[in-house]
């Protein structure tokens, strides 16, 4: 019974998502080569898609020292996976369970003064202060720099935190020379929480962009999270991409010149042609903006996607090759072969790649390499 089950299942038409890992540790290498100091591999939003304990493990089996999150769940999902190394979670609502970040082990970022009262009753725990050093997002503003660097000296004589790091965030750092601004800020953070006597030991404030264009901005460590899965937004480095998205033609039509295709009829055939019918679509992660400038590759080379991009499935026209059920169709991959990337979908959907590899749809089946 369970083996039908199993053969059925693979049987079924469905597409499936392939994480190369040795992409991830081939990205991570390179950034720890790069950069003046350490690697924070961020694995936020499920590692970027690619699976949060498996990047995560191999980010740090290829060198990267520190792992950065955005919840305490993620940081326990962290450490549950095996990783050792220090792990640091931002982005903590107030009410946060210190009490868990202090049993496993895990680092968190005082965006105020708020927080830290919070954090301190229940420590001890090391933190990170983070500065908003330009975005106006998360962070200290910096007119409560002095109040809060003197309460977390206060609090750390006192025995209730350890203040290990200073972070910051870049908010133009895709802008060639643009970091500056953010780099001075951080810096003049640092200075302050010395004078209050406090002693960081790492200062952060690099991302992906800034780490590839910028090594000025490296400071103490670097967090990656795009670089680390392939993507690189400056647009200087070509780095690995890590998942393939494939999908079985499940259907095959000869249509007349004239025909109609998907809903409102947007694709309109010149000629007769042959349309292949792929189950794949926006509940999968495909985003339908891309729709009327999508292609998949199909047969040996792209084709364009035909119509509107429906929940469930696509329509790719191959003209008058020969295609069949069961072929496969590469939606993205790391376009070796021609096929499209993540990058690709992005410019079609006017967005960028982290939305595309974040995107992936739960039902999704995924294979780990
Ligand atoms: C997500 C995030 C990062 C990682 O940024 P990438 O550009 O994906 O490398 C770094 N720092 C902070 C504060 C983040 O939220």
């Known amino acids: ?56 493990r191999t980010a740090a089996a290829a060198g990267a020292t520190w792992i950065g999150v955005t919840s305490l769940a993620e940081a326990v999902a962290v450490r549950e996976s095996g990783v050792d190394v ?35 009753q229940a420590g001890p725990v090391r933190v990170h202060l983070q500065l908003d050093t330009g975005m106006a997002r998360d962070g200290a503003s910096p007119d409560s720099w002095l109040a809060l660097m003197s309460a977390a000296r206060r609090a750390e004589l006192a025995g209730k935190i350890s203040v290990v790091g200073v972070m910051g965030h870049l908010p133009c750092a895709d802008t060639p020379g643009a970091n500056a601004t953010g780099r001075r800020a951080l810096l003049r953070g640092v200075e302050m929480a010395r004078q209050a006597g406090l002693r960081p030991a790492v200062r952060h404030l690099a991302a992906t962009s800034a780490a590839l264009t910028d090594p000025s901005s490296h400071l103490d460590v670097v967090r990656i999270g795009a670089g680390l899965v392939g993507i690189d937004p400056s647009g200087t480095t070509r780095l690995r991409s890590a998942l393939r998205l494939t999908a079985p033609v ?49 047969g040996g080379r792209r084709r364009p996607v035909a119509g509107v991009i429906s929940m469930d499935q696509v329509v790719a026209d191959v003209g008058d090759d020969a295609v069949a059920p069961g072929d496969e169709a590469v939606v993205f991959g790391a376009g070796d072969d021609g096929e499209p990337t993540v990058e690709d979908w992005a410019r079609w959907a006017g967005t960028i790649p982290h939305e595309i590899v974040t995107g992936i749809g739960a039902r999704v089946r995924r294979n780990v390499r």
């Open 1 to 56: 019974m369970g083996a039908l089950v199993t053969s059925l299942r693979q049987a079924a038409a469905e597409p499936s998502l392939s994480v190369d890992l040795g992409a991830v540790a081939a990205n991570t290498r390179r950034f720890v080569s790069l950069a003046r100091g350490e690697v924070m591999a961020v694995v936020k939003a499920d590692g970027f898609g690619h699976g949060l304990g498996d990047v995560a």
């Open 250 to 298: 499940v259907q095959v039509r000869r249509v007349e010149a004239g025909s109609g295709v998907g809903y409102g009829h947007s694709y309109v055939t010149e000629r007769a042609t042959t349309l292949a019918l792929l189950p794949v679509g926006y509940a999968d992660g495909l985003p339908r903006a891309a729709s009327g400038r999508a292609e998949v590759f199909l």
């Open 86 to 120: 220090p792990v640091l979670s931002w982005l903590n609502p107030v009410d946060a369970d210190v009490r868990t970040a202090v049993r496993y082990g895990i680092d968190l970022s005082v965006p105020s003064l708020h927080h830290l009262a919070v954090i301190e």
